[in-house]
Structure formats: C-alpha cells, structure tokens
C-alpha cells in the first residue's frame, strides 16, 4: 500500500496472500496437504506394495517389452534344436497344454520311440493330471469331452524332437537317468542342447479426474478444512482406482487355479446342503503350496514400505495371499491335519517394520493380507437351492478369490510426474489465478483440482501366481 501519511523513510508492509497478491510468495499450504494425503495413503495400499515399479522413459512410445527366457530343464522349453545322448534323434515328444476356464495352463508332456506312442504317453500323463485335481475320470477321451463342455481347453501338439531340453521338467527317477548329459570316451555330437525365449509385453494409459469448485465454496464453508479433506479424498479414490486395476490385472494373469471343494469350474462352486462346500481347506493351501513349489516359486518375499514407495524390506520364508473380508471367518476356523487350529494371528509373530500392510495372520508359510477392497465375481457360481450359509447374489453364489502372489511376478509401469510425487500428478488452480479463468470466468471466481496418473502392467511369471476360487460363509 502507499504512505498514507507522507512519512519519510516509510516502507511497503509485508502482505499475505494466496499467493497472487502477497509480497511473501505463494503459500505451502496446498503441497502440505497433499504430503499429508500421500502418507496416509500407504495405510490403503495393498497390491501395489508388491510390485516392482519399470520406468518408461520418454519418447520410446506407450509399449514395454521384456524377454524372458525359459530355463532349460523345463517343459516349456519346446525346440528341435538338440541332439540325445546317442548324438541321433530318436525319441519323439508330444506336448497336452491343458488350460481350465480361468485360463491356467499345466502340460501333459509324453515319450516314445515315434508320434503315436508319444502321443498316448501324453494322453496317460494327462489323466493324471486329471486325477491329481480330484476329478473322476474313466478314459481320457470321455474325460476330453467333459471338460470341453465345462469350458476347459485341451490341446495336442505335434510330435517335436525332445533332446533339446534334456528331461524337461520331471521328477522322475527313471527319467532323469536315461537322459543324463554322459559323455563316452570319444566325445561325438551329443547333447546338444535348445532354448527358447518368451517375448513379454505391456502397454499403459493415461487416467485421471478432476473437480472444480468457487472461491466463495472455500472462503465461507463451515469447515476451515475443505481443501484439505478434497485433497485427502482424491488421492484416496485415484489410489483405489488403481489398487484395482492392479488386482483385476493379478486377477486374470494367474496361471495357478484351484477351485474350492469337488468344484472344477467356476459356475460348479456351490454351498448347498449335501454337498461339499466350495470352501478354502487347510488340504487346498497344501496342494498350492506345491505347486508353486513346482514352478519354483520363490517365498522370499519383497514388499514396498514408505510413503513415496522408494523403500522396500524382504519377509523371509512367506508367500503373500490376499482375501477380502468375508474369507476373515474360514481362515478363523481353519484346521490342520492335527485337528488343531491351523490359523495363527499376526500379533503372534510380527516384529516391528516386518509385516506387510492389512497382513492379519498366517498358515503354513502363506501370510495373510485382508484387502478391504477385495474384488469378487457376484452371482458367478452355481445355482442355490438348499442354501447351508453361503453368501449369494441373484440366486446364484458368489465367487471369492484368495490370490497368492510370488516375489517379483509381476511389475506395474510409471511415466514422468511432477518429481514430488511418485505416481499421480496434481495441479490445483486457485480462484483468481492465473490459468484458472478466462472468457468463460472473467471473475475468476472459479478454480479446479485435477489428478492424473500412468498406469500399465507387466505379468512377468503367471506360473507364480495363484488364484483359488471359494464361496465364503454370511
């Protein structure tokens, strides 16, 4: 303001402001919220404190690939490039990629002296599999034609050359031993070995919303707060929009699939009285924990810890598994094989800074993360006639996934922000600034708040997530 009076040596106050007619400079206020926001935000992040973070730098466009290559003893590991231990290609090899409804894949892989005979040594070895996921099965054409019907996939390969990857990926003694890498005295052309390497790739988007509000909205409201409680309640919703596009991705990628109970499908999950409910068991943990064993699943797990998802702590001998809150009562009353509760409660073993986020209790080497937003398929098993108190929807059960996800399988994808967030880029204009109005608000009595984010997925080992599917009790 000018010298009112005329005084010599009088100098201009010191005014605040909003920042576009103070002499100090623009406020903080605005970026301590959002700083607030962001470190309780972390008490809401579920599934993404377990994914690795893959940066996509500028001008290399909206897609990442990655290779990944199959190791060598493995039966994916598909190629005529190799040579037996007798330096002749003798042995033929056929391939059963048998996938179920939820799009998990297992292979039936079988031997012999030409097509035919690997051919029905695959088809034995896929009714085992069979049989190994308790179904009943006579023959395993009657068996191809059933599941077929129930929307399984069942797929024969063509006989291929089987030296290139030694023994693939059995356990079998006899196996093992008939194609050990021996080299004679005179060394020759023998066991050549293949590889194969697997392209892996991802895209991203662009997301975001935003709300416009009046100077007098924040000015005259009753509550001194609002700003800050928008700002809190944004990034709340943008954190939960991509909580679940990180867990429908998880959701859809695993490639391990147990369904509760007798069920071998989706639509047969079922609690109707006389039958066998489709529940999670102490017995279904068991077979899960073998099979990612199997896939050599590592249980050395990673998690992200800190506000700005920078800091990261390992949690040794564990497998993560997310439920939602109505599995909360199965796990409680879980036996084991002792018939004693097989259930033990976090505040029994955790030690501070060792736990992950929402992480209620243990079973076996799974550790428990209840997600209060756990997603589930409404009305998507089968049909409720005598219902023995399961939770329904549309007269049919509902579906709940438990879903066990291993160290480092899968990556989510950043882009550039603004260098003081992490993920979600922010801009608030204040009524009466700049940018915030124009023909449409001469006044400039009218400003916004505007969050966007990049968003992308990378499934890196499907075969190390698993996915079981159960009905849950009211």
């Known amino acids: 303001m000018a010298n009112p009076l005329n005084v010599p040596g009088y100098q201009n106050p010191r005014i605040w402001g909003d920042g576009s007619d103070s002499s100090i400079g623009a406020q903080m206020i605005p970026f301590f919220w959002q700083r607030k926001a962001l470190i309780d935000l972390k008490k809401e992040q579920y599934f993404g404190q377990l994914a ?38 003798i042995v033929d090899e056929v391939t059963i990629a048998i996938s179920d409804p939820a799009g998990m894949t297992r292979f039936a892989v079988g031997e012999g002296a030409n097509a035919a005979a690997a051919l029905l040594a695959a088809q034995a070895k896929a009714v085992d599999i069979f049989k190994n996921l308790m179904m009943t099965v006579t023959t395993y054409a009657a068996a191809v034609v ?9 797929e024969e390969g063509p006989a291929v050359n089987n030296a290139g990857n030694l023994y693939g990926s059995t356990r079998d003694v006899g196996t093992i031993v008939d194609k050990l890498p021996t080299i004679s005295e005179h060394g020759g052309r023998v066991n050549r070995v293949g590889f194969t390497r697997l392209e892996l790739q991802a895209s991203f988007e662009n997301f975001g919303f935003f709300d416009e509000y ?16 928008i700002s809190r309640e944004t990034l709340r919703a943008a954190n939960e929009i991509v909580e679940d596009m990180i867990q429908i991705d998880l959701l859809n990628s695993a490639n391990v699939v147990f369904y509760g109970g007798n069920a071998t499908s989706t639509t047969e999950l079922t609690g ?191 075969e190390w997530i698993a996915l079981a599917k159960v009905v849950a009790r009211k």
Request: hydrophobic share 35%; glycine share 10%.
């Open 146 to 154: 059933t599941l077929t019907a129930a929307g399984w996939l069942i």
């Open 272 to 462: 109707n009285a006389g039958s066998t409910p489709s529940e999670i068991t102490y017995d279904m943990l068991q077979r899960i924990e073998i099979a990612l064993n199997n896939n050599r699943c590592p249980r050395d797990t990673t998690i992200i810890s800190g506000s700005r998802m920078i800091d990261t702590r390992t949690i040794a001998s564990a497998r993560y598994a997310y439920i939602g809150n109505e599995l909360r009562a199965t796990l409680l009353r879980m036996k084991d094989y002792h018939d004693m509760p097989a259930f033990v409660p976090v505040h029994q073993y955790a030690e501070a800074g060792k736990i992950a986020q929402g992480e209620i209790g243990s079973v076996g080497h799974f550790r428990f993360i209840e997600a209060s937003q756990m997603l589930h398929w409404e009305g998507a098993g089968a049909t409720v006639t005598t219902n023995d108190g399961y939770l329904e929807g549309n007269g049919k059960y509902n579906v709940y996934p438990m879903l066990v996800v291993g160290s480092n399988s899968f990556s989510t994808i950043g882009f550039q922000t603004d260098g003081q967030n992490t993920k979600f880029r922010i801009k608030n204009r204040k009524p009466g600034t700049d940018g915030a109005f124009g023909r449409d608000d001469p006044y400039g009595k009218t400003g916004f708040y505007s969050i966007q984010w990049w968003y992308g997925s990378m499934v890196l080992r499907p």
């Open 214 to 229: 009046t100077e007098d909205s924040v000015q005259f409201d009753n509550d001194s707060e609002l700003m800050s409680h």
């Open 52 to 89: 690795d973070t893959v940066s996509m730098p500028k001008h290399y466009g909206k897609t990442i690939k990655r290779f990944h290559y199959v190791p060598l003893l493995d039966d994916r590991n598909i190629n005529d490039q190799g040579i037996d231990a007798t330096g002749s290609h």
